[in-house]
């Protein structure tokens, strides 16, 4: 059945739409790994990448789908996005071919299918854009002014901005994913240390004074970053009366191989009395930022990276 115009823009919509599905659903497990490695050096999480990614997938569907009365625009859009697509499968397929094999490891085939299909998949409608199924003939259009497409794009910008600001990405990158990559990982899996002393954790290694300061009495540990806004807040909210108990922030300073922007320079964070410590420079931390770790005479008792409240005593 011949639609009356180029089916470009219905690939376009449809990969965008399955990538956003899956971001949102999978989180960083589908952001494609070299993006989360480029992302760190300029110290964004592979949280912030993946939102990123999710706002130009969302928005260019939006935009695309909104310039239906615009077709040389929408086909336009479209290979572009379709372009950019195959452009990341093709760089992710090329990452993960010459990722060093660590020992004990078995290069999984999932690994490299995913990546491939998205490659196929983006690059077919282009290779095919000129074919007549795919074209069809012209069909009529109505006019429509620019400052509409403008509004369109503008409102669709700003909804998918809205939409990843508010939902909840898993992050399951792990120190696995990154090695060979120009970093030295070190993962801390906070949530596995409720029950646990800090010494049986592993973090006492790195950090061997925190067992002296958490044997007695309730103690509130807060992995933090000088530059993380939410980090602050926790300091002045949930921390702001310890009702006794010590905090002992810990900065989590970026790897060596990652560049600060200037501008996400807030200053030193204010704590009040609370002690301060630094994880050791060079590797890169792997660990949400902020978690709060409360300990309980030695042994960690909970352990939040939301909801910090019900972490803390309350009086």
Same mark, same amino acid.
């Given at each position: 059945?011949?639609?009356?115009?180029?089916?470009?823009?219905?690939?376009?919509?449809?990969?965008?739409?399955?990538?956003?599905?899956?971001?949102?659903?999978?989180?960083?497990?589908?952001?494609?790994?070299?993006?989360?490695?480029?992302?760190?050096?300029?110290?964004?999480?592979?949280?912030?990448?993946?939102?990123?990614?999710?706002?130009?997938?969302?928005?260019?569907?939006?935009?695309?789908?909104?310039?239906?009365?615009?077709?040389?625009?929408?086909? #336009?859009? @479209?290979?572009?996005?379709?372009? =950019? &697509? %195959?452009? /990341? $499968?093709?760089?992710?397929?090329? *990452?993960?071919? +010459?990722?060093?094999?660590?020992?004990?490891?078995?290069?999984?085939?999932?690994?490299?299918?995913?990546?491939?299909?998205?490659?196929?998949?983006?690059?077919?409608?282009?290779?095919?854009?000129?074919?007549?199924?795919?074209?069809?003939?012209?069909?009529?259009?109505? #006019?429509? @002014?620019?400052?509409?497409?403008? =509004? &369109? %794009?503008? /409102? $669709?910008?700003?909804?998918?901005? *809205?939409?990843? +600001?508010?939902?909840?990405?898993?992050?399951?990158?792990h120190a696995e994913d990154l090695s060979g990559q120009g970093f030295e990982p070190i993962e801390l899996?906070?949530?596995?240390?409720?029950?646990?002393?800090?010494?049986?954790?592993?973090?006492?290694?790195?950090?061997?004074?925190?067992?002296?300061?958490?044997?007695?009495? =309730?103690?509130?540990?807060?992995?933090?970053?000088?530059?993380?806004?939410?980090?602050?807040?926790?300091?002045?909210?949930?921390?702001?009366?310890?009702?006794?108990?010590?905090?002992?922030?810990?900065?989590?300073?970026?790897?060596?191989?990652?560049?600060?922007?200037?501008?996400?320079?807030?200053?030193?964070?204010?704590?009040?009395?609370?002690?301060?410590?630094?994880?050791?420079?060079?590797?890169?931390?792997?660990?949400?930022?902020?978690?709060?770790?409360?300990?309980?005479?030695?042994?960690?008792?909970?352990?939040?990276?939301?909801?910090?409240?019900?972490?803390?005593?309350?009086?």
């Amino acid at each position: 059945m011949n639609c009356g115009r180029h089916k470009m823009p219905i690939y376009a919509v449809l990969c965008l739409a399955i990538i956003g599905g899956l971001l949102l659903v999978n989180g960083t497990a589908w952001s494609a790994s070299w993006l989360v490695n480029l992302g760190l050096k300029f110290g964004a999480t592979a949280i912030d990448t993946t939102r990123i990614t999710l706002v130009a997938a969302i928005s260019s569907a939006v935009l695309i789908g909104a310039l239906w009365l615009r077709p040389k625009w929408q086909e #336009a859009l @479209s290979r572009v996005a379709m372009t =950019t &697509v %195959a452009f /990341i $499968a093709a760089a992710e397929l090329a *990452a993960l071919i +010459a990722k060093p094999v660590v020992a004990g490891q078995v290069q999984s085939a999932i690994t490299l299918l995913y990546p491939a299909i998205a490659l196929i998949g983006s690059l077919a409608p282009l290779v095919m854009a000129n074919h007549p199924w795919m074209r069809g003939t012209a069909a009529p259009t109505a #006019a429509s @002014s620019n400052g509409r497409v403008i =509004t &369109v %794009a503008s /409102i $669709a910008l700003v909804v998918s901005i *809205a939409i990843t +600001a508010r939902v909840s990405l898993h992050d399951t990158i792990h120190a696995e994913d990154l090695s060979g990559q120009g970093f030295e990982p070190i993962e801390l899996d906070t949530p596995s240390w409720i029950g646990r002393t800090l010494p049986a954790t592993g973090i006492a290694r790195h950090l061997p004074i925190l067992t002296a300061k958490t044997l007695e009495g =309730t103690s509130y540990i807060v992995f933090y970053n000088p530059h993380c806004s939410h980090c602050r807040e926790l300091f002045e909210t949930a921390l702001a009366n310890p009702n006794d108990a010590r905090v002992i922030a810990v900065e989590v300073p970026p790897a060596q191989s990652q560049n600060i922007a200037s501008g996400d320079d807030l200053g030193p964070i204010d704590c009040g009395t609370c002690d301060k410590l630094t994880l050791p420079m060079g590797p890169l931390w792997l660990v949400d930022m902020p978690t709060l770790v409360r300990v309980e005479n030695g042994v960690v008792t909970c352990v939040a990276t939301k909801e910090f409240e019900r972490c803390v005593t309350q009086p």
